[in-house]
């Protein structure tokens, strides 16, 4: 249940008045009556609300989208995509890039609570947010664990890593790289890492797996590597380019394999071999878990995994 103002004021033990001149820092009060109330409302998981006292309890019509970044191509659509079908519904967005940083992602969840938005889609990439065990919105999380009572929506991870490592053998690949980005939740993503491995390996296939964070791309490749499976499609990219400049043929003599293939990617760079995430339909399925679970919060939703494709050079 959403705590209310009288409820921070009764276990505050003080009028309801006060609590909001504490909020809106209004008038002389002393630093007990304010340590007071602000005890009571983190005890409260209280959020002042402007906007909802505003609308006198009334839906606030608002959803709050927080992804890692919107300079990858794949979140620029997928959240293109969310914010169009969202507006249809008649909904506003609230776009908030947490930037891979646990603080920012704290703030930018304060905000969206103390605006009280109907619900969050997130796809979080920052660990330990205590907030989303807590936290009194509607939240459905694309791809990443969040916490247990909050449903994922996800592709098929596993076979995007088959997919990838598929790729590679049949196009030659004997000494192969793949980059594992160190995750220690048990987020659907850790996948890809099993589904390539369980491939390489029933294939026999010689393989490294490289630590993301400890790799230097321009001291590791191409080095003893002929192919290479990236985690994303802009990483792909910016190891192609250190494969060229060291006078690699991409494709032929050195292959690398991305990971989501935006629109955008494969406009631009169509020579990228890629898993492709379809995002119209992750965002279809996020928003109708989303809704689902506004409507009924007590509802078990059970969204279905979602298929990938690869995108072969043409």
């Not at 608002?62 to 620029?76: E, R």
């Not at 596993?158 to 790289?177: D, F």
């Not at 293939?261 to 339909?281: D, F, N």
Request: hydrophobic residues 40%; negative net charge.
């Amino acid at each position: 249940m959403v705590a209310k103002l009288k409820d921070v004021a009764d276990l505050a033990g003080v009028s309801v008045t006060t609590v909001s001149r504490v909020i809106n820092n209004y008038g002389s009060l002393s630093k007990k009556t304010i340590a007071k109330v602000h005890a009571a409302m983190r005890e409260l998981n209280y959020q002042p609300n402007a906007l909802a006292r505003a609308m006198q309890g009334k839906p606030s019509k608002f959803i709050g989208l927080i992804f890692p970044n919107i300079t990858n191509p794949f979140f620029a659509e997928l959240i293109n995509d969310l914010e169009y079908r969202l507006f249809g519904l008649g909904y506003k967005t609230i776009i908030a890039s947490s930037a891979e940083n646990e603080q920012i992602e704290h703030d930018y969840l304060g905000m969206l609570m103390a605006n009280q938005v109907d619900g969050i889609i997130s796809s979080s990439h920052n660990l330990g947010i205590r907030e989303y065990q807590q936290i009194t919105s509607t939240v459905v999380s694309f791809d990443r664990y969040l916490a247990g009572n909050i449903p994922i929506v996800a592709c098929d991870n596993y076979h995007g890593g088959e997919l990838s490592a598929q790729y590679l053998i049949e196009h030659g690949a004997k000494r192969i790289a793949v980059m594992i980005d160190e995750d220690t939740s048990v987020s659907p993503t850790l996948n890809r890492v099993q589904g390539t491995v369980d491939y390489l390996t029933k294939h026999h296939a010689n393989y490294t797996p490289l630590d993301l964070k400890r790799t230097n791309f321009a001291e590791t490749f191409p080095g003893k590597y002929d192919g290479v499976i990236a985690t994303n499609d802009l990483q792909a990219l910016e190891i192609r380019n250190v494969a060229i400049q060291a006078g690699k043929k991409i494709n032929d003599d050195f292959i690398v394999t991305g990971y989501d293939g935006s629109k955008m990617i494969r406009k631009i760079e169509p020579s990228l071999p890629t898993v492709v995430q379809p995002t119209e339909q992750i965002a279809d399925e996020l928003i109708d878990t989303l809704m689902k679970k506004i409507k009924d919060p007590q509802v078990e939703v059970d969204p279905q995994q979602l298929p990938v494709s690869f995108h072969e050079p043409a």
